[in-house]
Structure formats: structure tokens, C-alpha cells
């Protein structure tokens, strides 16, 4: 300053020092609050106005309830607690004895009880929800994902061993000495009761290959025994099984779980069957049956993942397994699809939820960080990042319970006498024919994109936190750095991206290939019959829509294998981007409120620019700026009778 110039400061103002930061004074941020997801995230509230029907209703309070559960105090210290206690393991005693203990931390144990508990497996088997056990199930699945630390996984494997044995014995092709061993895991496998319930693995990933099972080098005998005079049984008190496994399991998730389903080859054949092995074993002379033992697994090491660290993931040898055959003897490629179908969905349902829980943490953050003196979600650009998150994860989860609702119309189709009684219960879902075909082709495509989407919008959740984002920082609600490390997983478990796309391909260049486009098609095509009659430029999404179902068959027609597995990636975007559309257009439908169209006219414009122009009309970037904030901050009713809480966490 100059000698000439006079400060414009009063006396008064020219005494107070400056603020001085230290570790007791100064700014301190204010902590985020996560509220309720079943309240505060506006597209779980349209998924579940949309395709949950009203006769469904009374399970919104059990939802309700659970979101409450799923942010409390005891959640995150089990949370907590089994991510900073990985499991360990103990592999010989003092006396050099071969022990292999595993040992688990007190959170993951709590975890997964409350879990089975709760019913995360159970519910879809509980002949009240009918139909509806699928959503009701994957809705409570989505709000559970983030506050599990993993133990969803096996539960998906558990829940895929339970469709697996169930489809199995309906069929009528058990033998008789299998089926009640079959039917007493099945029991356990779909029970509330902690104490009794059985959780399941599923072994299948070898050195020679992951997902290519072609290449398994383990190997099945038929060494029958009389199971009366057997010394040892399964904790169940079931015999063993007639087989006996050898081999070497190089990548086994939920390594602490009770039986395991797996894959084998049988004598000197490359033909694969699946096998089913209660993964310990008690001896039946013995008074004291609670003392057991691996039936035939020894675990080789621990593997140190990047991610999914609370989750006990194993190398193991094989040696002496007994086991009982699944279905028959080389079909085991067929028989393990029922799983993968089931496990695939819980790895959209968790993408998802991580993804929305990311998200919750990113709106919370921006309602309480100032820059330059402004909230975030006072600062056009910031928002508008936030708004294109938004749009891209209510398309992925419309898309998400749209298959998990076919999944519930084919299941139920399936347990009745008569299929025919089993109808759409929302308007956007085909008749039974079309759900089964789309059912198989869209599956594979749901796993794969909507993983790799939550992967990246996770990254995004991370980086709208600025440095804290990038930080392992002691709460585990608001742990976005941990959710990023877990959702990576999802692009690899169960199938690679690429895996995905070669079994989306094989769908469509398979026998039911053209029966499975024409059912996209015909599906499509009844809801755009009705977008055309729609005023101010919707009409032209039915338009959009028809092209690109027309382009896709006219690629499959076209294209030899070889090309369309070149592009698979390709084919399942295009797959995705159909569904989506078709689904965030008829949710506009129902309602028309001002933020399902603007989502809808956007996620179509990612397509085409001139249909969002045409659908949202020409406005200034002001304009556009304040529908970012309404879709960002969009609140959804819900009925009055659910009180509403808020969870306060710190980042």
C-alpha cells in the first residue's frame, strides 16, 4: 500500500487478529448427514412405485425400517470392525499338526447373521411374496449392499445354491437316496435362523482358467460307500456323498461357508458336472457332533485382494472331497447357469446400491461444503457433474429391477401348475413368453454394464468429495474410498466384461436367438405404438427407439460370430441403452412429473441430441442449470405413515 493511500478499515476491524488454524481451532468442516436411502434416493422411490404393485405395498415398512438399520451406530461398528479384521488364517497347532483354521472377525459374523436374519435369501423363497419375492428381495438387497462389507457375496451363492437344488428336485430326476440330503440343505439354505441356516460357496475358477471352465483340471470319482457305515457325516447328520473330488480351486470366495456347489470332471472325460459338497463333517460315532471337520479341503493360503478385504477368499486343495452329482453326469455347465443367472443379478443389484449409497454421500457432502462462501449445491457446475450421475444411475437401476421383475415372473411361472395364471403386475413388463427370452438375454448384459457404470460413477462420487474422498477415513458409511475398492470386483466376479459379452452373443447366434430379438422387438415396440400419440417431441423417442432394435438385428443378422464377438461390448451397450430407454419413458409415462422427463429426454439424448432438443425443448444454460439441481435434490412422497430420520456420520 502506498503512503497516500488510506485504509478502509475501521479501528475497530483493524484490532481483531487473524484466525489462526491448529488442531483445536480454526474451520472445521461440518459432518455430512446421510439420510434413509429409502427416503432420500428419488429413483429407489420411482423403481418401487413403478414395478412394485399396490396389492405388494405392505412390505414398504420392512424397507423402511431396514434403511433406518442399515446407517445405525451398531451397523457401522460391525461394518468397521471386519474391515480393519481381515480373516486370518491358522494353518498348523503347536505340535505341527495341520489345523487350518479360519479365523473371521466378530463384524463379518454379525453381518452375516442379520443378514439371514433379515431374509436377504429367504424372502424370495417365502411362497407369500408370490411373484413379488424377486423385488422385494433385490430392494432390501440394494439397501444392505454398502453397510455388508461383502457378506452379500455369499449370500448370492447361497441363494443361487437354493435355485439350483429347488429347480432340481422339482424336476424329479434326484435319486432317491440323494433327495433328502438335497432337501435338508435346501431347508438350511433358505432359513432366517442363523444357527441353522448354511451359506454356500461356489468353486469353479482353476490356474488353467477363471471363467473358461473348459480347462478345470479337478476331477470326480464315483467311489460309492454304504452311508450307514460311513465314519464321518455332514453337520447335518446327511451322508457325505458317493463322490470323491479331486483338485485344486485357485480363486473360492466365502471360503467359510457351509456346503459348496462346484465343477468337476468325470473319469477319463472332459465332460463337466456339477456336484454339491457340504464343506465339513462330524464324526457319526461320536457323542460330541459338534466337533467337525474340512471334508476334504485344505486351505492352501488366503488371496490379498484389493477390495472385498473382510471377505475370506481362498486357494484350495481338494483331496478326498465327497460330494453328490447334480443333475447328470456331464451336463454341469448346463446345471450351473441356474446359479450364475441368480448371482449375476445380486451383482447388478449390488453395483447399484454401492453406486446410490456413493451418491447419498456426494448429496450429503454438497449440502454442507462452502467454496468461495457458496454451498456446492449452490455452484451450477458442480451440480451439473452430480445431475449426469443421476440420469446414468436411474437408467441402470430401471433397468436393473426390470430384470429382476422378469426374474420374479419366469421363477413364479415356474412353481405353479399353471403357468398361465402368472401376468405382468407393472405396465412395462412383457407377457410370460417374452420374459422368459429376455430374461436369458439381458442378464449377462445387466452384470456387465451396470458394473463397469458403478465402478465409474463411484470414481466420480470420490473425486466430488475433493481429498476426504480419496481418503480411508474411520467411518465406514460415508467410506467412499472403500466402496470404489469393493465395486471393482463386480466387473470380474462371475464373468469379465468380455465373458459377458461372449454369452450375450452366444444368445443371440444360439437356437433361441432370433426368438429372443423378436421378443426385444415386440416388447419395444408396444410401448413406442403408444410414444408416438405423445405431444411436445416425446413421439420422436419411439421413433429413436424402433431404429436402433432395427439396427441391432439387422448387426446380428448381418455379422458372423467372429464380428459380433469382436463388438460385443458394443452390442451389450446398445442392449442396455434399448431397455433403459424404454423403461425411463414409460416411468415418465405413468406420472409425467417435470424431473422423470427431463431424466428420460436426457438419458435419450446421450443417443441422439436432436431427440433430447425435440423432448426437452430449447432453453438457456440457466434454464438447464436449475432442472441439474431438481434432479440432483429431487425428493419423491412416500407414504406419511413411514417416519423419517437422519443418520449423522463424519467424514
Known amino acids: 500500500m502506498s503512503r497516500t493511500a488510506r485504509s478502509t478499515q475501521s479501528p475497530d476491524e483493524a484490532r481483531i487478529p487473524p484466525v489462526i488454524s491448529s488442531s483445536t481451532s480454526g474451520f472445521f468442516q461440518e459432518a455430512p448427514k446421510i439420510t434413509n436411502q429409502f427416503y432420500d434416493d428419488a429413483s429407489y422411490q420411482r423403481a418401487l412405485n413403478f414395478f412394485l404393485p399396490s396389492a405388494a405395498r405392505g412390505i414398504l415398512s420392512d424397507l423402511a425400517s431396514f434403511g433406518e438399520r442399515v446407517l445405525s451406530p451398531e451397523i457401522s461398528r460391525w461394518l468397521a470392525n471386519a474391515e480393519h479384521n481381515p480373516p486370518t488364517l491358522q494353518t498348523w497347532d503347536t505340535w505341527g499338526k495341520r489345523k487350518d483354521t479360519l479365523i473371521t472377525s466378530e463384524g463379518w459374523r454379525n453381518l452375516q447373521q442379520l443378514g439371514i436374519k433379515e ?21 432390501k438387497c440394494h439397501l444392505w449392499s454398502s453397510s455388508s462389507a461383502l457378506v452379500g457375496c455369499p449370500s448370492s451363492m447361497q441363494d443361487g445354491a437354493a435355485a439350483l437344488i429347488l429347480r432340481s428336485l422339482r424336476a424329479g430326476t434326484v435319486e432317491q437316496s440323494v433327495k433328502p440330503v438335497l432337501e435338508s440343505a ?13 451359506t454356500s460357496g461356489q468353486w469353479m475358477t482353476e490356474r488353467s482358467g477363471g471363467s473358461d471352465v473348459r480347462a478345470t483340471e479337478t476331477r470326480a470319482r464315483y ?11 455332514a453337520s447335518d447328520g446327511s451322508a457325505l456323498g458317493p463322490w470323491q473330488i479331486d483338485g485344486f480351486k485357485w480363486f473360492s470366495s466365502a471360503t467359510d461357508a457351509d ?20 464343506t465339513r463333517s462330524v464324526d457319526n460315532a461320536a457323542k460330541d457332533k459338534s466337533q467337525s471337520e474340512y471334508n476334504g479341503i485344505q486351505i492352501q493360503r488366503l488371496k490379498n485382494k484389493l477390495g472385498t478385504k473382510a471377505l475370506p477368499t481362498a486357494e484350495l486343495v481338494l483331496g478326498g472331497m465327497r460330494a453328490h452329482l447334480i443333475g447328470r453326469v456331464g451336463q454341469g455347465t448346463k446345471e450351473i447357469s441356474t446359479i450364475l443367472n441368480i448371482t449375476r443379478v445380486h451383482n447388478a443389484v449390488s453395483a447399484m446400491g454401492g453406486w446410490g449409497r456413493g451418491l447419498a454421500v456426494s448429496r450429503a457432502f454438497s449440502r454442507v461444503r462452502r467454496t468461495n462462501g457458496k454451498l456446492l449445491t449452490e455452484l451450477p457446475a458442480h451440480v451439473r457433474g452430480l445431475a449426469g450421475q443421476h440420469v446414468k444411475y436411474r437408467a441402470g437401476l430401471m433397468f436393473t429391477f426390470f ?7 419366469v421363477e413364479h411361472a415356474n412353481k405353479i401348475p399353471d403357468a398361465g395364471e402368472v401376468k405382468p403386475t407393472s405396465p412395462v413388463l412383457p407377457p410370460l413368453p417374452q420374459a422368459v427370452q429376455l430374461l436369458r438375454l439381458l442378464t449377462p448384459s445387466l452384470k456387465a454394464t451396470t458394473a463397469l457404470s458403478a465402478i465409474d460413477g463411484l470414481r466420480f462420487c470420490m473425486e466430488s468429495l475433493g481429498g476426504v474422498g480419496y481418503l480411508e477415513n474411520d467411518d465406514p458409511i460415508l467410506n467412499v474410498a472403500r466402496m470404489y475398492r469393493d465395486c471393482n470386483v463386480l466387473s470380474i466376479w462371475e464373468g469379465t466384461t468380455d465373458v459377458m459379452a461372449a454369452d450375450t452373443i452366444r444368445v443371440l447366434k444360439g437356437k433361441e436367438g432370433a426368438a429372443a430379438l423378436n421378443a426385444l422387438e415386440a ?57 433403459s430407454s424404454v423403461v425411463l419413458c414409460e416411468d415418465y409415462r405413468r406420472d409425467a412429473t417435470l424431473c422423470a422427463s427431463e431424466v428420460a429426454g436426457r438419458w435419450l439424448g446421450k443417443h441422439d441430441g436432436a431427440v433430447m432438443r425435440q423432448w426437452l425443448g430449447d432453453r438457456s444454460w440457466t434454464a438447464e442449470a436449475a432442472m441439474d439441481k431438481a434432479i440432483v435434490l429431487e425428493r419423491v412422497n412416500v407414504p406419511s405413515q413411514f417416519e423419517q430420520r437422519t443418520t449423522g456420520s463424519r467424514l
Not at 431374509?119 to 430392494?139: S, T
Not at 435346501?186 to 448354511?198: E, M, Q, T, Y
Not at 429413436?544 to 461390448?569: D, F, I, M, P, W
Request: glycine share 6%; with cysteine.
Open 523 to 579: 416388447w419395444a415396440d408396444s410401448k413406442c405404438t403408444i410414444w408416438s400419440q405423445m405431444s411436445r417431441g416425446r413421439g420422436t423417442a419411439s421413433s429413436l427407439v424402433r431404429t436402433e432394435v432395427s439396427n441391432l438385428k439387422h448387426l446380428v443378422q448381418n455379422c458372423s460370430t467372429a464380428e459380433l464377438l469382436y463388438r460385443g461390448r458394443e452390442i451389450m451397450n446398445r442392449l442396455s441403452w434399448i431397455v
Open 403 to 409: 430384470v429382476v421383475s422378469l426374474l420374479g415372473m
Open 119 to 139: 431374509g436377504i435369501v429367504a424372502i424370495a423363497y417365502e411362497e407369500e411374496h408370490a411373484q413379488q419375492g424377486r423385488l422385494y428381495q433385490f430392494f
Open 186 to 198: 435346501l431347508g438350511r439354505l433358505i432359513s432366517r435362523d442363523p444357527a441353522f441356516a448354511w
Open 223 to 233: 467311489a460309492p460307500g454304504v452311508p450307514s457305515t460311513l465314519p464321518r457325516r
Open 259 to 278: 456346503m459348496a456347489v462346484l465343477l468337476a470332471k468325470t473319469g477319463d472325460s472332459d465332460e463337466l458336472s456339477a456336484f454339491f459338497a457340504p
